[in-house]
């Protein structure tokens, strides 16, 4: 499964060009820049097994400096504050990851 199944490449890339820059990255403007925020609960969690890919049930911190490079290879890793700032956005029960529910939230917020 591709994110490419469930978002345009063309929506992909101008989310991707948004943030080259390191701290540009904003979850809530990526994810309405990407058109996530517009689908529906099933295609939004399709989307969240392929961010978690040690498939926890959960997105933790190693996999969240790696978020842009799952939308593009040539991404830029998340810097460390960036990393931060996206789990204290998402990150509602204190437990240091981001399930399901949390993400989504996120996503439908933006």
Do not use: H, Y
């Amino acid at each position: 499964m591709a994110i490419t199944d469930f978002l345009a490449v063309s929506d992909i890339t101008s989310a991707i060009n948004a943030c080259k820059a390191n701290d540009s990255f904003s979850p809530k403007t990526f994810f309405a820049t990407v058109g996530l925020s517009k689908k529906s609960p099933p295609e939004i969690e399709k989307v969240f097994k392929v961010l978690d890919q040690d498939k926890s049930g959960f997105i933790e911190q190693d996999e969240l400096q790696l978020f842009l490079q799952n939308f593009s290879k040539a991404a830029r890793p998340l810097t460390a504050a960036e990393t931060r700032a996206f789990l204290l956005a998402a990150d509602m029960d204190g437990d240091g990851k981001i399930g399901w529910e949390e993400f989504s939230a996120l996503v439908k917020a933006s």
